[in-house]
């Protein structure tokens, strides 16, 4: 049996040189896959900060928008659709926020009616914003548009007007200019290559950048990426390679008016991969060129300037060899270096662990200017009005922005370990508590908390609060983060304004009141003078015009007495009238009245031609019917039917005269009767029915 070959000291050391260097390339290997994991997972949080901090930019120019909608919605020049105060207004609010298109009110039909730029007649019923806004009567948001009025790309807000009866007459409407996006794009800071894209409920593009005529806006984006992020969460982040053929890393956010309503717009920011695992790249390009040529020396020296003493040196190598394999790079041989034999393989080997080393010492400062780029995003934060905070489990500060000092005058270091409870100004708690606990024990969000505080200097401030709680890669709760808004301008411009509108409604209702005692005034002069009257014609002609000066105040007292100032219930006014005509008087007649009467508002320009025709109405019929009779029957309708009120007064007498013709009646109660009706733009129809004569007012709401 021949005995097994051996290696010669050649062969053995250039053996052991390739297993010593075996170990570094693997550890090299896998230490360039580790950074680049490291960097795809640092890109991808940088992508999905970067949207963030835009989505949040949309968020706040949204509430923006809403705020302004439902400022201009309160204002009584907008609720009346007042067009010349309304365009004055927009116009200026225009000039004021370039950031808009253009703010207009339309009717419910969608015809503009007031516009913050010159506009013809045009028409936006089409438009999904108007006819989300009239369906839900809520606050709605649209798609991408063009404007018809600015021709620019925008995305446009709108929000129902309601009159002071609570109809719905018409919409406010205001588009965000598209383009507003470029200053805050430029102030990313994003690797060569980046993306920045916004679209619509429906995929539309309404925003990209850097331009690219290969993506124009108004039509849909990639249909890979769509799906990606119709299909995910509210944010998320993938791989996808864009329509330049670049793969990137896209992280997407998505916004809605509420949580559980479908997105309104979806942000998302691309990064390339190419840029982004660059730095990785080279490095691991550079250490395995390093790596061979240092293998390619070693393999050199023990092939050429093999032998020599082995023992301990050779037994040093293997040892550190099997800690590089460890990961262990501040191991060294321990070997005197020298040009050639183990002291050379041993100084290579030393120098490959240092370069390792300074390897690590290049993905520290790699991370470190990730964390530089991240400063950034808190700059850019920091230069907005509101202030960001978190909170730990504890409810107690871990960071403030610099951004309360000017809201507050709070320094944000003195507030770390602080509750905010502890900044309520008196009797705030016991408001706020409930809400603050109830969310904390849910762990659910802090919706626009509003609560008074207490600044540095004691004044209160009114802020409110958004706020989600967030949680460590376990699932562990570990406090809020959320965003105060100083609101006290505008809550207390709101209170100004309600005091207002009390104290106007008490002095109209103060005006009726007078109005009606004066007439009272009137009526009882007139009474009076009836005393002094023995002509029987005159007596007459007395008591129609106190009928018809009673007739007016009674308007007047039905308006101080209802709940609204501009408006009266029509049949009320009927019924409070009878017995002012049919009452105690010395000819007053034992009256059976039929009435069916439906519950109508009319407003006061109506209810006055509308009160002193139905009198008329009712006096001739005395007159002409009931007199001489110990009794008599009445019929009353009212009604209204697609905005038209119908009014029938009818007699039991003997009815109207053959060939009689309103329009051609004598008497001043016949004529004040017709030019009533035209007043009211309605008409009045007389005529004989089954019991006797029947008059028939109808005019329009």
Sequence with gaps: MKPPRTLSIRMGLVLVTLLAVLPALALQLYDGLKQRRHLVADAMHEASRSVTAVAQTQLRVTEGAKLLLTTLAAMPEVKKLDVPACGALFATLLQRNPIYVNILAVNRQGDILASGLPSGRVNLADRKHFGDAMATGEFSTGEYIVSRTAYDPAFPFSLPIVDDDGHTVGALIAAIRLASFDAFFDQLSLPAGSVLGITDHNGLRLYFRPKNPANPLGLPIREAVWREMEAGGDSGVFPQTGSDGQLRY?????????????????????????EVLARAQRSLRDNMLLLAASAGLALGVAWFLGGGVLGKSLDRIAATADRFGQGDLTARTGVAHAASGIGRVAKTLDLMASLLAANDAARDQALAALRQSQERLVHIAASMADWIWETDADDRYVYVSPNIRQALGYDPVSLLGKRPCDFLAPGEEEAARPAVDRASKERGPIHELVTWRLASDGAR??????????????GRFKGYRGVDKDVTERVRAERELRDSLAEKEILLKEIHHRVKNNLQIISGLLYLQEEKVHDPEALEAFRESRNRIASMALVHEELYRSVSLSRIRLDDYIRDLLPRLFGPEPWAVNLAVDSQLDAVEVPIEKAVPAGLAINEILTNAYKHAFRGRSTAGLRLRLKER???????????????????????????????????????????????????????LTFPK
Aim: charged content about 20%; hydrophobic content about 40%.
């Design 250 to 274: 896209y992280a997407y956010q998505k916004l809605s008016l509420e949580p559980g309503r479908p997105p309104y717009m979806y942000f998302v920011v691309g990064l390339p991969e190419a």
């Design 461 to 474: 401030r009114c802020i409110m609060t958004n706020a989600v709680p967030w949680h460590d890669e376990t």
């Design 642 to 696: 697609a905005g038209l009120v119908t009014v029938v007064i009818g007699d039991d007498g003997p009815g109207l005269p053959k060939g009689f013709r309103l329009e051609e009646g004598e008497t001043l109660g016949l004529r004040l009767i017709v030019n009533l009706a035209r007043q009211l733009g309605g008409e009045i129809v007389a005529e004989n029915d089954d019991t006797g004569a029947a008059f028939r």
